[in-house]
């Protein structure tokens, strides 16, 4: 761990600490050293506590994901968990997907709850969270006001629409509370 003159800012390889902010590098597999490292005074876990992943869990093993969330529910009073992955890859689309993946050395071992937005959602209620919604990214996409949909068109010129519309099908956002149900933090 390095410090500054002032040792307000720590850093090494894989963390960072300045103030009340923490940047904690951590191998999710382990929950033990996950555990050690979060619970060591860095993290009040009474408080409302956001966890965000972004095509993260899907390279794990079900088993190892489904131990880390169900870590985080039996551990943190209020939590929101918000998840960005594949979905409905058990179509065509989602075979061609694996398979380029697979070809570049990306082994997908946790594609099995990436089946439909049932098993997103299912994988946070298993784990012990009150409450999950997931949406497709097509879903998102035709609920972003018009002005934002003729700016993205408009970046980024797009004349296979139906291309555009498998991609979005094949990813979502997935949603799962603990401690407060989601209608009451504006989820409907």
Same mark, same amino acid.
């Given at each position: 761990?390095?410090? +500054?003159?002032?040792?307000?800012? $720590?850093?090494?390889?894989?963390?960072?600490?300045?103030?009340?902010?923490?940047?904690?590098?951590?191998?999710?597999? *382990?929950?033990?050293?996950?555990e050690t490292k979060l619970l060591s005074g860095l993290l009040d876990t009474s408080l409302p506590t956001v966890f965000l992943?972004?095509?993260?869990?899907?390279? *794990?093993?079900?088993?190892?994901?489904?131990?880390?969330?169900?870590?985080?529910?039996?551990?943190?009073?209020?939590?929101?968990?918000?998840?960005?992955?594949?979905?409905?890859?058990?179509?065509?689309?989602? /075979?061609?997907?694996?398979? *380029?993946?697979?070809?570049?050395?990306? *082994?997908?071992?946790?594609? /099995?709850?990436? /089946?439909?937005?049932?098993?997103?959602?299912?994988r946070f209620t298993k784990a012990g969270w009150d409450g999950a919604k997931a949406w497709d990214m097509m879903e998102v996409?035709?609920?972003?006001?018009?002005?934002?949909?003729?700016?993205?068109?408009?970046?980024?010129?797009?004349?296979?629409?139906?291309?555009? $519309?498998?991609?979005? $099908?094949?990813?979502?956002? +997935?949603?799962?509370? $603990?401690?407060?149900?989601?209608?009451?933090?504006?989820?409907?």
């Amino acid at each position: 761990m390095v410090a +500054t003159e002032d040792d307000d800012i $720590q850093f090494s390889s894989c963390e960072l600490h300045a103030g009340e902010y923490h940047l904690v590098g951590a191998d999710i597999r *382990n929950i033990s050293e996950l555990e050690t490292k979060l619970l060591s005074g860095l993290l009040d876990t009474s408080l409302p506590t956001v966890f965000l992943a972004e095509c993260v869990l899907v390279y *794990n093993e079900e088993h190892l994901t489904s131990a880390l969330l169900k870590w985080i529910a039996e551990h943190f009073r209020t939590a929101l968990f918000i998840n960005y992955e594949q979905v409905n890859m058990d179509d065509k689309f989602g /075979s061609v997907m694996i398979e *380029n993946l697979k070809k570049r050395g990306c *082994n997908l071992a946790g594609v /099995s709850v990436c /089946s439909d937005l049932e098993s997103q959602r299912g994988r946070f209620t298993k784990a012990g969270w009150d409450g999950a919604k997931a949406w497709d990214m097509m879903e998102v996409y035709q609920h972003l006001p018009s002005t934002d949909v003729d700016r993205i068109e408009h970046l980024e010129f797009l004349d296979e629409q139906e291309l555009l $519309q498998q991609l979005l $099908q094949h990813y979502c956002i +997935t949603v799962a509370c $603990q401690g407060e149900s989601l209608e009451d933090i504006g989820f409907n």
